[in-house]
């Protein structure tokens, strides 16, 4: 088993920037994929952004270019670098870990963009 544990979350006004975090239970160099998805009230859950064990990336494509995925394995800690922010990136995020062929959620972290 593994929890997963986001952090950073808040509100914030357009154009600002956060920093999320998501803290592993496990060592996260055995963790193949890990993830972003956020999901807005009323609607499905969407990727934000995707990190392999490589240190390949992925993006959805409204958060290319303003925001970073990136993870330390030192400290078991996937971070989520969002600038330039919109209010329609308001949503609940949630961090993601594919280990052993089985998915791992956290709880989520609200982000809330507004004036």
């Known amino acids: 088993q593994m929890q997963l544990v986001e952090s950073g979350g808040g509100l914030v006004q357009p154009g600002g920037s956060l920093r999320l975090s998501c803290a592993a239970s496990v060592s996260i160099s055995r963790i193949a994929l890990m993830g972003w998805y956020r999901q807005a009230p009323g609607k499905q859950r969407d990727l934000v952004a995707t990190?392999?064990?490589?240190?390949?990336?992925h993006y959805g494509d409204s958060v290319k270019g303003r925001f970073t995925i990136s993870r330390d394995n030192a400290k078991n800690t996937m971070y989520l670098q969002m600038n330039n922010l919109k209010p329609e990136d308001t949503a609940v995020y949630h961090c993601?870990?594919?280990?052993?062929?089985?998915?791992?959620w956290g709880q989520g972290t609200q982000v809330t963009v507004s004036s």
């Open positions: 993601n870990a594919l280990l052993v062929l089985k998915q791992y």
């Open positions: 990190i392999t064990r490589s240190n390949n990336t």
